[in-house]
């Protein structure tokens, strides 16, 4: 298996399934921008801009945030319990069937 299955729900609710390489070492925020939803990443996948902002809505295990991670989302708006950094999950094998909602936008 060379990718997985991405479930990205958009701000208006819209289900977006997309298919995410294993081997191009990308994160959520990545695969996002490559099929042109709206996830700005203005920080480039540093976690320090909070613009890619998503909901884990599945019971897909993530590891442990990063205290940078953590800090960021601490000044970040519309965070809710699930909250995590679309830049701050990595496509890996554990993650096919993920499913994710976009945040809103400031």
Avoid: W
């Avoid at 993530?62 to 989302?73: A, F, I």
């Avoid at 708006?77 to 499913?99: A, K, M, P, W, Y």
Wanted: aromatic content about 4%.
């Amino acid at each position: 298996m060379d990718e997985i299955k991405v479930t990205i729900i958009d701000r208006e609710g819209v289900s977006h399934e997309l298919q995410a390489p294993l081997d191009m070492n990308m994160n959520i925020m990545e695969v996002c921008r490559a099929y042109e939803l709206p996830v700005k990443g203005e920080c480039g996948g540093m976690a320090m801009c909070a613009t890619c902002q998503c909901y884990l809505e599945s019971g897909t295990e993530l590891p442990e945030q990063s205290d940078d991670e953590l800090d960021m989302l601490d000044q970040a708006f519309f965070v809710q319990d699930n909250s995590r950094l679309g830049c701050q999950i990595h496509i890996t094998q554990e993650i096919d069937g993920i499913v994710l909602r976009l945040a809103p936008e400031e």
